[in-house]
């Protein structure tokens, strides 16, 4: 990767904006953690975001900075970043985040992220800076992890309909409100463990730009590491409400066991991605698993009009955020 002039002033800016960015993630995401064990009452809003913003600081511990690494150097040509490109994709990240968060639309943080870097990258030096093979990784995981967290979501849920066929309601709500404590705060590890990563890769990839990283350095500073999972930890402690609402009713009613069932589908899937070191959207992978409880019971009980909605948000979340970072990346070139 190219050093580029940069001076300590715009760098401390862009790692201001990149840690924004991160806290907005944990902002935007909080619904995928917290959504299910709020609408079927097991936790209050205030002690979900309290826990899920804990595990989401203590994922720092359990997963090695994989995806990061495909942030970093799998997306876009490392020759071509600098300090513009960084910041146009990070304002067309943060750009889409604001209007989906405003309109209590689930969609991917990860994924506005990754169209903002593809957005400034051809703007700055054409589709030839794109790095083929993992965006067509990130692109197929986008049906995939939907998928994964649909299938893993009802079959948990028929597994569990056939272990208490012969319990009573009652019995089974009282197990499971436990039980969804576990799956709840493992969806949040999943969530941190993916999603801070993102934020890393961005860092990481500006300070090798700039010179202060070697880019033979196996793994980012330890500070970059640290305020990142902070920034996502206390992004997802304040909690975006708008999006609550949508993820936890207006798809599908969730009883305890629902929540689960698709809290634990959609954390295997993370915990699987992250190992590969895959960028995926906690978002789509959450909503798949709702849907996937919602259908295991009837397929009536899901809301398909509100999920469609859902879907062509995930759909124009990459075009639109590079859309932006392009023009972002245009204005950088003036004001920077």
Partial sequence: MQTVHMSLYVIALLVILALLFDFMNGFHDAANAIATVVST????PQQAVA????????????????VAATIGKGTIDPSVVDHYVIFG???????WNLVTWYFGIPSSS???LIGGLVGAAVAKAGTGALVSKGLWTTITFIVLSPLLGFVLGSVMMLIVSWLFVKSTPLKVDKWFRRLQLVSASMFSLGHGGNDAQKT?????????????????????PMWVVISCYASIGLGTLFGGWRIVKTMGQKITK????GGFCAETGGAITLF????FGIPVSTTHTITGAIVGVGSAQKMSAVRWGVAGNIVWAWILTIPASAF????????GRHIL
């Fill in 89 to 95: 994709a990070l304002v067309g990240a943060i750009f």
């Fill in 110 to 112: 990860s994924h506005a």
């Fill in 254 to 257: 969730l009883k305890p066991v």
């Fill in 324 to 331: 932006v970072a392009a023009i972002a990346w245009w204005i």
């Fill in 41 to 44: 009452g097991v936790l209050k």
């Fill in 272 to 275: 699987v991605a992250s190992h």
């Fill in 200 to 220: 890393i890769g961005i860092i990481w990839m500006l300070l090798v730009s700039a010179g202060y990283v070697s880019n033979s350095d196996a793994l980012p």
């Fill in 51 to 66: 826990m899920a913003a804990f595990f989401n600081v203590i994922a720092v511990l359990f997963f090695q900075l994989k």
